[in-house]
């Protein structure tokens, strides 16, 4: 089992900045990738960005290239997603997950665990 708590989120304007933080805990030594969805109200759930757990190549949505960054510290079991120049098409709430099988997808069924979410609002 792999437990994630999200954290960060909040209400800013846009072009403004926030950084989130997923915590991850139990059995870590079993994630090969994490990654960071978002969810819109009405809309399904959508890729953000993914990071390997070793060795940390990246991979984003088009989107937010250039704009969010995503990064690990994994001696804190932890994901960050580090997003400037927010625009209001970023409002959603965002959800950190982990995979334990090989590869990375953009497809939110492909994750094994996921945290409770935390909410983004950018204010126009």
């Known amino acids: 089992q792999v437990q994630l708590v999200e954290s960060g989120g909040g209400l800013v304007q846009a072009g403004g900045s926030l950084r989130l933080s997923c915590a991850a805990s139990?059995?870590?030594?079993?994630?090969?990738?994490m990654g960071w969805f978002r969810q819109a109200p009405g809309k399904e759930r959508e890729f953000v960005a993914v990071?390997?757990?070793?060795?940390?190549?990246?991979y984003y949505k088009d989107s937010v290239k250039g704009r969010f960054t995503i990064s690990s510290d994994n001696a804190k079991n932890t994901v960050y997603l580090e997003m400037n120049s927010l625009e209001p098409e970023d409002t959603a709430v965002y959800y950190c997950?982990?995979?334990?099988?090989?590869?990375?997808?953009?497809?939110?069924?492909?994750?094994?665990?996921w945290g409770q979410g935390t909410q983004v609002t950018v204010s126009s």
């Open positions: 997950a982990a995979r334990l099988g090989s590869g990375w997808y953009a497809t939110a069924y492909k994750y094994d665990y």
């Open positions: 990071i390997f757990w070793n060795g940390g190549s990246t």
């Open positions: 139990g059995r870590t030594v079993s994630i090969k990738t």
